[in-house]
């Protein structure tokens, strides 16, 4: 059977999108709001109708895009230095959690509650929201022995709201992993199928635009 690539690309999109803004945050404190909410919004998109709809369409990992398509072409981006070691941490860990269906439960539940959260606040991205989120990492990826080593600058990963902005995105970028997995997503195409990826992500921009 051949490979969606477009669907592919576009979840992989989400995983550098997730993984870039935790790099971009613990680096200069600052989070682009778009790109932000389209991450969290991610979180809450459980039974999509395509792989679009979890994003609101290529639109909302335009960030995601242009990041993965650089990287993904060998060039180095000044802005995001650790991210691709982000994302292959990430694909790493999501493999582990996809075997461990008590912890898939977890989180599944933990999301409904916070989705519920998230509407009586009627902000995705309202403070009581992202500590949820945060907490659910927290309480479920953090126990794995590998774990994701984020770098920055301290006097911004020392705060609270900054910390917990970091694990909620960290939250997200598994979400996108684990829709990149069930479209055929696998973590060789990221080394023998660049050009393919690369080519989806230029005809997603182009969309976008």
Known sequence: MAKNWQDISLALAGVFQSTA?????????YLPTEPYQCMIQSLFEQNPAHTQSVYG????????????AQLLDNRVDRE??????????????QKKLSKDQDLLSFIGERLTQAKR????????????V???????YSESLSH???????????????????????????LASVRSATLWRQVGGSRLD???HRKRLLKAAHLWLNEAS
């Open 21 to 29: 803004l935790v790099d971009q945050i613990a680096r200069t404190g």
């Open 57 to 68: 369409g290529a639109q909302g990992v335009d960030m995601g895009l242009r990041i993965m």
């Open 80 to 93: 995001h230095p650790n991210t691709m070691r982000y994302v292959m941490g990430i694909l790493h860990l």
């Open 117 to 128: 959260q998230a509407d009586h606040f009627d902000n995705i991205s309202h403070d009581s």
């Open 130 to 136: 992202i500590a949820n989120l945060a907490g659910i």
């Open 144 to 170: 794995y022995k590998f774990r994701i080593q984020v770098m920055g600058d301290a006097a911004y990963l020392q705060q609270q709201r900054v910390a917990e902005q970091v694990r909620a995105l960290l």
């Open 190 to 192: 990221i080394l023998f």
